[in-house]
């Protein structure tokens, strides 16, 4: 039913997605305890800026991103001194641009679950004589499960609903940069109505799906006593 | 009393242009993005009317025209979608004509790189081949018959990096993130000299030709501006103009 293409790209999407969650996850974490417990004056401004992507259209993203990770750019050099060429039409230029987009998505939720929870079942643990990392991980994680599932959820689905960015750095190489929101697009435009509906579909499908299990999940969390 | 008639009328005439002015909403192939704002300027000058221009890929254009876009003309950089558009009805029937003939170059922001022959795609030196998605954009399919010709579409099919129109393709370019584009010929002159960088004019016989038509749509029908622009793109001053950015007319 789906061409090779819509295949290629769908698996590309999933791949583009899981890696930005998995990323998000690990650099995403420390930053949302960080927000979450410091009383300093940068946590405003911190906050402010993880949020940017939310309401920034894509277009300013992707405009500063091609500019930023091209040759003459900052972030172009760095990644030329490290030998990695330039970011843009990439694979790994798209993941780096995901993890932006989709920054505030992940780090928002677990931001919050880290905050509901407050510092006093940190402070007994310590107490007990757990180390930080101990305690981090034995009790500050365990509780706060539903955000870090909601946080990797929210982002892994917002990344593959990612659009606007990936047209602007993408350049549309399929099996490397052209994702699926990009290949129902090319269709539509080149009139090819019946293949944008099949994908569309399946995009319509799989996000409603997403966002069941998601309300699924929290709402039966939410009914468990004691959590 | 005949020279104070015809200085009235003279008066009447002018304010009524002002009085008159329409808008045209227009439809621009986006390879023609500068010459059309020239062309603007001189239709408010002499006329008063105003265009706002939508700028993007033919085959973009078309679709939308299709799925009933709000625009008066339409510039195309091909001559089939205006036919289609008159065969469907969605055109006024005969009144597509040329107003262009496109030139293809590859052009790169630097200015050492590309040679006179265009040897440099044989080469290994660049890493990034920007060129216009060829199911939308008349110039892709250009530069898409251009690397067929050299035998080069199989070597470089990693290389290439697919813009939505032939705009992206330059912006590609021009901020280096591609080191080598095929783009118009109009967007790299400016009064009739390089901007920057190097190019090869991709000689003729290795695509076919670029005709560009416009076409009055039925929305235009009735629209002073679309009319009066359909009748100044057949000047010959603005052809004059025309040919300054690198077309043929």
Request: with cysteine; glycine share 8%.
């Amino acid at each position: 039913m789906l061409t090779e293409s819509d295949l290629q790209a769908l698996g590309l999407t999933l791949q583009v997605a899981a890696l930005t969650t998995l990323i998000l996850l690990l650099l995403g974490t420390p930053l949302a305890w960080w927000l979450a417990r410091t009383r300093s004056w940068v946590k405003r401004p911190l906050a402010a800026l993880v949020a940017l992507p939310i309401v920034l259209p894509p277009s300013v993203l992707g405009f500063y991103l091609l500019v930023l990770m091209g040759p003459h750019g900052t972030l172009g050099h760095w990644t030329q001194a490290m030998g990695l060429g330039v970011l843009p039409f990439t694979f790994a230029g798209l993941v780096v641009a995901s993890c932006l987009y989709s920054l505030p998505f992940m780090v928002q939720p677990i931001q919050n679950a880290f905050e509901t929870m407050g510092a006093r079942p940190l402070e007994v643990a310590a107490s007990l004589r757990a180390s930080k990392l101990d305690a981090f991980f034995s009790v500050a994680v365990p509780l706060c499960k539903p955000g870090f599932f909601t946080g990797a959820v929210m982002c892994f689905a917002h990344t593959v609903g990612e659009f606007g960015v990936v047209l602007m750095v993408g350049g549309n190489i399929p099996g490397v940069t052209r994702v699926v929101s990009v290949q129902i697009y090319d269709h539509v435009e080149a009139l090819e109505y019946a293949d944008a509906h099949r994908l569309a579909a399946v995009m319509l499908g799989f996000s409603f799906l997403v966002l069941l299990a998601l309300y699924t999940y929290n709402g039966a969390r939410r009914r468990e006593p004691g959590v | 009393m005949k020279a104070g008639a015809r200085v009235v009328l003279v008066c009447l005439l002018a304010t009524s242009a002002r009085v008159l002015a329409a808008q045209a909403q227009i439809a621009v192939a986006a390879n023609f993005a500068e010459p059309i704002k020239a062309v603007a300027a001189v239709l408010q000058k002499t006329t008063g009317h105003t265009l706002a221009i939508t700028l993007g890929a033919t085959g973009k254009l078309y679709a939308q025209i299709r799925n009933s876009a709000p625009f008066d003309v339409f510039l195309a950089a091909n001559i089939t979608a205006p036919a289609a558009l008159e065969k469907d009805g969605l055109a006024k029937t005969g009144s597509s004509f040329t107003y262009a003939r496109g030139k293809l170059v590859l052009w790169s922001a630097d200015a050492a790189r590309v040679d006179a022959k265009g040897n440099v795609l044989r080469g290994n030196s660049f890493r990034k081949l920007a060129y216009a998605n060829p199911k939308t954009a008349p110039y892709g399919e250009a530069a898409v018959q251009t690397l067929d010709k050299l035998g080069l579409t199989h070597a470089l099919s990693a290389k290439l990096v697919q813009a939505e129109s032939i705009g992206q393709a330059y912006n590609f370019v021009h901020t280096g993130n591609a080191e080598l584009g095929f783009v118009a010929l109009s967007q790299v002159l400016a009064g009739g000299q390089l901007k920057s960088g190097s190019m090869w004019a991709v000689p003729q016989a290795l695509y076919s030709p670029i005709r560009q038509n416009a076409v009055l749509l039925k929305r235009g029908n009735d629209n002073p501006a679309a009319l009066a622009l359909i009748k100044l793109l057949q000047s010959p001053d603005i052809k004059d103009m025309i040919r300054s950015y690198g077309y043929d007319i």
